[in-house]
């Protein structure tokens, strides 16, 4: 019995959900244009994070032998876009969505596949790696399990980024939809039989 109420309440909380993935299908059923998409609420679906590796070296002279010393310092700078951020259309086009998440901001790129119907917008590195790769890390940071895909250029800075399982894609706000809900009703006609003339 506990077992049935906790998938009552699962199935309750899903259908529930107010995002729905932004598709070339869905663009088409709403009839919106690229002007229309920058005025939807957007999120993605899962986490991006995007990381540099930078190795800062000191070369000091040593008070006591007069000699040169050698520092090198090692530090990790990170940026983490967390599974359902929100963020906004920058620029949209068919098959191309670039998305702020800060303001100023640089914007990320998400694409469809324009030879397929109903395509999500899913995000692509600008420079993608011919393959994937694991990096060993500590389970300790959160990112163990974590695959660089490729670099990214965001905030003046290079990045690789690296993402969880799939390619995260744009969710989109079901209350931002309901603007752009037309108002239709299909004209039945009318005869000449239909007209009273007195």
């Known amino acids: 019995m506990r077992h049935l109420v906790l998938l009552l309440l699962a199935a309750i909380f899903i259908g529930c959900s107010s995002h ?21 609420q957007l999120y993605i679906s899962d986490g991006i994070l995007m990381e540099k590796h930078i190795t800062k070296i000191d070369k000091n002279i040593d008070a006591e032998s007069y000699g040169l010393k050698k520092v090198e310092d090692y530090y990790i700078k990170q940026i983490y876009f967390k599974s359902k951020t929100p963020c906004i259309a920058t620029s949209a086009s068919q098959d191309k969505v670039a998305v702020a998440f800060e303001q100023p901001g640089s914007s990320l790129e998400f694409v469809a596949n324009r030879h397929a119907d109903n395509t999500t917008f899913v995000f692509q590195p600008s420079k993608k790696l011919a393959h994937d790769t694991v990096e060993a890390r500590q389970a300790a940071a959160g990112f163990g399990n974590w695959v660089t895909i ?34 239709s009703r299909k004209v039945k006609g009318l005869r000449q039989s239909d007209v009273n003339f007195r």
Request: hydrophobic share 40%; net charge negative; aromatic share 10%.
């Open 20 to 40: 729905v993935a932004l598709t070339t299908g869905l663009i088409k059923e709403y009839g919106l244009s690229s002007s229309d998409i920058p005025k939807l």
């Open 150 to 183: 490729g670099e990214e250029k965001y905030s003046d800075t290079t990045f690789k980024v690296l993402v969880k399982d799939d390619l995260p894609f744009l969710l989109v706000d079901k209350t931002s939809l309901k603007n752009f809900i037309i108002d």
